[in-house]
């Protein structure tokens, strides 16, 4: 079982330079979710999207975009890294908007901004 | 204020001990609630989901107190495979099965 597969798992970039981390998920999802997660700060939400066609900005969107493709995919862009954005990337998803439900994680995408 | 919060740790415990996190949520209309467990430079993995009546999964028990808005979860007879960071989760109101995550606390199981 798949489930959710993120490429790739590390990244070094130079500041300035432009990239997209990839997600797909396999169980048929609604949702999907992507996070950053930082020493002391636990998982922060940086953009979901509740179903397939939408997109809503989460708790920190600066510095990213985000395309939902299809329902299986959805890709986080950096358009410009900065150093701010060292951290690990986990993309997420879950059966339905609304309701209790469990989220699935990929291994998550290790970034390094020099 | 942080929409949850948690005690960082971190938790050093002796095998076969009990041990027992609280969470705090801000957000007094949240409507469900869970625990996720994560291991070092792994993705976070759901443990469970705590329920208004409490619920128990072998050695594991959570408890959801709405007045005074925190959430427990308690571990008997630890085992040194525990060890772990463990994440208090909550969905809060507006749908879209939003999930905000605490810092999460370190325990650290020892011989």
């Known amino acids: 079982n798949a489930g959710v597969t993120q490429t790739p798992k590390f990244q070094v970039l130079k500041t300035g330079q432009s990239m997209t981390l990839q997600c797909a998920q396999d169980?048929?999802?609604?949702?999907m979710y992507w996070y950053r997660q930082d020493p002391g700060m636990g998982l922060r939400l940086i953009y979901y999207s509740a179903s397939e066609g939408t997109t809503d900005k989460g708790e920190v969107p600066n510095g990213y975009n985000v395309s939902r493709l299809n329902k299986r995919e959805f890709s986080l862009r950096l358009e410009s890294a900065a150093p701010s954005q060292t951290s690990v990337y986990f993309c997420?998803?879950?059966?339905?908007?609304?309701?209790?439900?469990?989220?699935?994680f990929g291994q998550g995408t290790r970034l390094t901004v020099v | 204020r942080k929409e949850v919060e948690q005690d960082p740790g971190p938790f050093n415990v002796p095998e076969g001990a009990t041990v027992a996190f609280n969470c705090t949520y801000s957000n007094s209309a949240s409507q469900s609630f869970f625990w996720y467990r994560q291991d070092c430079r792994k993705e976070p993995k759901l443990l469970m989901s705590v329920y208004s009546s409490g619920n128990e999964d072998g050695r594991f028990t959570a408890q959801l107190n709405r007045a005074s808005q925190y959430i427990s979860l308690l571990i008997r007879d630890s085992k040194l495979s525990d060890s772990a960071t463990y994440l208090c989760v909550v969905n809060p109101p507006g749908g879209y099965n939003k999930l905000i995550f605490g810092a999460g606390t370190r325990l650290a199981v020892h011989p």
């Open positions: 997420a998803s879950s059966e339905r908007p609304g309701g209790v439900a469990e989220a699935f």
């Open positions: 169980m048929n999802h609604n949702s």
